[in-house]
């Protein structure tokens, strides 16, 4: 019988099998090199080349174009209109999107450029998430082909922009409820109604409404001008300062029975829109989250008290480790989304679970940050709560914290706690 003790495995005479041994644990003791702070697991290297490029293309933009103005903007309260045009000359602009001038990149890369681009600021990022995936997706989803040819490629050079009106004053989360109506008249609708809290509604040529017709829920392209038509800015926000939100209001605003969008009816319609914007929020948020750990970490080397770096305190450590975990976790089920997105395997309920768990996690990283820099924390000199500000809407917008977790608690029970 073969001898299976320790002593055994551990007999000096030399064997094929202590070679193995030796070499493996040598190189157990030599470690692999562990990665940079700011990407402790390597998920650089699971990325493509033409993902890398993607990335770091955004990445540059950011820092050299947005970084420099973005504070100024948000004390300001104003959207930075001038970087469009240079958005849409990167592509970003219904980049997912195949066909009629869009780039037709694959989800994973849609995915890493709105991380760095919310990297820049949320504002930038819902700017991008909101003319791509809530207003030229509909189109492109559940459009005729006239529609589709007369209005993408527009979209996709920023000359046409668009926003999406779901939400209303008394129907936020539950959008069934919604009051704003489409009534047949001839050949055309008449629509009545307001929507509210609608990113770039004061700067949409476009406006994708969603109303209550005869035969369901619809979807009908608006085109600013149409008499009945009139939007009003949302002023005095905390957060999203350098976004423009703003109501819609619709008063027998009479539109043409052929922009209504023909190919889908019913609450599928804008929740599958959603489904896409919420997926670039998932990654998003990590681009938030990694200023935010970043500014953090930079500062507790060079910031000293009590005669040492204030980074050699164990619960200054304790911060930046508990930011590090939540920002290599997020990350790898951002990216593990995006992957079964690009094989078509993708489920609105892993998409709940990863916009839910990513900006919860980029909050926590955001008031921890903030706290490593103290009182220097509360200002604009650092990006740190300005994210933290405008993740409270991110936390918001796209469903609640609190409707994802019941999304996912019905999809693991089978009960729905909705109502
Ligand atoms: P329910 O009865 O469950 O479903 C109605 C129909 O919709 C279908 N469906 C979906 N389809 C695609 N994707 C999804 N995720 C879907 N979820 C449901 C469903 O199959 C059904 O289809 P059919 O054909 O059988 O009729 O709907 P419900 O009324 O019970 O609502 C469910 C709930 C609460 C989850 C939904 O209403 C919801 O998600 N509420 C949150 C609202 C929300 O997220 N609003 C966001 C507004 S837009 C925004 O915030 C933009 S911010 C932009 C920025 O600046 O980045
Ligand atoms: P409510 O639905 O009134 O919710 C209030 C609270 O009650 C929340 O905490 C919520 O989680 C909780 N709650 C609600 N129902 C339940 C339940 N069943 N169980 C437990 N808790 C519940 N909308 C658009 O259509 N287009 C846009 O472009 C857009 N942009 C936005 C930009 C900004 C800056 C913001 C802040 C919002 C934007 N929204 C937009 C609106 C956004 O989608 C809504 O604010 C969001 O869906 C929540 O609706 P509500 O604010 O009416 O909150």
Redesign the pocket.
């Known amino acids: 019988m073969a001898d299976t003790t320790i002593e055994a495995a551990s007999s000096p005479a030399t064997t094929q099998t202590d070679d193995h041994n030796q070499q493996h644990q040598q190189r157990a003791h030599r470690h692999a090199p562990l990665p940079p702070a700011l990407d402790l697991y390597g998920i650089d290297n699971l990325l493509s080349d033409e993902e890398r490029l993607v990335r770091d293309t955004v990445r540059d933009f950011v820092r050299e174009r947005v970084l420099p103005i973005i504070g100024e903007h948000f004390e300001a309260g104003t959207f930075p209109k001038a970087l469009i045009p240079e958005v849409a000359q990167l592509g970003l602009l219904g980049m997912h999107i195949q066909g009629y001038g869009c780039a037709g990149m694959s989800a994973v890369a849609y995915g890493l450029a709105c991380q760095e681009l919310e990297y820049g600021d ?2 930038l ?3 991008v ?2 003319q791509g ?2 207003a030229m997706f509909p189109i492109s989803a559940f459009g005729s082909e006239e529609q589709k040819q007369r209005w993408l490629p527009r979209m996709a050079k920023g000359e046409v922009i668009g926003c ?1 009106g ?2 209303e004053p008394d129907h ?5 409820g919604m009051e704003t109506r489409a009534r047949r008249d001839g050949d055309s609708y008449i629509l009545n109604g307001t929507k509210m ?4 509604g004061g700067i949409a040529d476009l406006a994708v409404v969603w109303a209550k017709a005869e035969d ?1 829920i619809r979807g009908f392209l608006v085109e600013r001008g149409t008499p009945g038509f009139t939007t009003s800015d949302v002023h005095h926000k905390l957060s ?1 300062r350098a ?1 423009i ?1 703003s109501e819609l209001h619709f008063e027998d605003c009479r539109i043409p029975a052929e922009n209504m969008l023909p190919n889908v ?11 896409e ?2 997926y ?2 998932a990654w ?1 948020a990590n681009g938030a989250a990694r200023a935010c750990y970043e500014a953090a970490l930079d500062y507790a080397k060079s910031r000293t008290q009590f005669d040492r770096p204030i980074g050699g305190f164990q619960l200054t450590q304790q911060k930046l480790v508990n930011m590090a975990t939540e920002l290599v976790k997020a990350q790898l089920l951002a990216l593990q989304l995006g992957r079964l997105k690009d094989q078509g395997m993708a489920h ?2 892993q ?2 679970l990863a916009k839910r768990n990513n900006v919860r996690e980029a909050l926590h990283t955001a008031r921890e940050a903030r706290s490593v820099l103290g009182a220097n924390g509360v200002t604009l000199e650092y990006p740190i709560s300005r994210h933290m500000n405008n993740l409270e ?2 936390y ?5 914290d609190d ?2 977790t ?2 996912v608690g ?1 999809a693991i029970t089978g009960l ?1 706690a ?2």
């Open positions: 949320s504002g990022r819902s700017f998430s909101v995936s809530l999406f779901l939400t936020g989360s539950d959008p069934s809290w609608i990113t770039n369901g999203l976004s939100t009816r019913g609450l599928r319609g804008p929740l599958s829109c959603l489904d914007a919420r670039g929020i998003g609105p309920v998409v709940s809407s991110v918001t917008y796209e469903g609640t409707i994802h019941l999304i019905q729905n909705f109502s």
